[in-house]
């Protein structure tokens, strides 16, 4: 596979993996459990998804919130990164996720959802500055 061609499937997956996040975050956040557990077992192979879906099986949902919104701000970095990188109709449909990722987050504003009392320092410093990134891009987009 030429290098074009990677990149061009390495922006399809990254938009579709935060497409169906962003939805069933929506999902979630709306009282459609189920729906959004039966989109999260699609992508177990990612440690945040199947750590939330664990969560929500044991009915904490403010964890599993949590997760899922620290997989959604790292792959607003992942997208934010692929623009420079693509041709024009890519970089607009990229754009476009990140915009739908935006709209998502004017109407539910990140924060932290749950008592994150039991990581330790470094781990929320981390979070939060992969957030920041997160924001920053998602600030940038028109």
Not at 16 to 28: E, I, P
Not at 58 to 83: C, F, H
């Amino acid at each position: 596979m030429n290098e074009e061609a990677r990149l061009q499937f390495s922006a399809i997956k990254a938009r579709s993996q935060a497409d169906l996040l962003t939805f069933a975050l929506v999902c979630l956040r709306t009282g459609e459990r189920d729906s959004a557990m039966q989109m999260f077992e699609s992508d177990l192979e990612c440690q945040n998804i199947a750590k939330a879906l664990e969560y929500l099986k044991r009915r904490q949902r403010p964890l599993a919130l949590e997760a899922l919104e620290t997989e959604l701000d790292q792959r607003i970095v992942v997208l934010g990164a692929l623009p420079d990188t693509l041709e024009p109709g890519d970089r607009e449909k990229v754009t476009e996720s990140l915009r739908s990722i935006r709209d998502y987050r004017r109407e539910n504003p990140r924060k932290f959802e749950a008592d994150l009392g039991y990581f330790n320092n470094e781990s929320l410093a981390k979070t939060r500055a992969l957030w920041d990134r997160a924001e920053k891009i998602l600030n940038e987009i028109r």
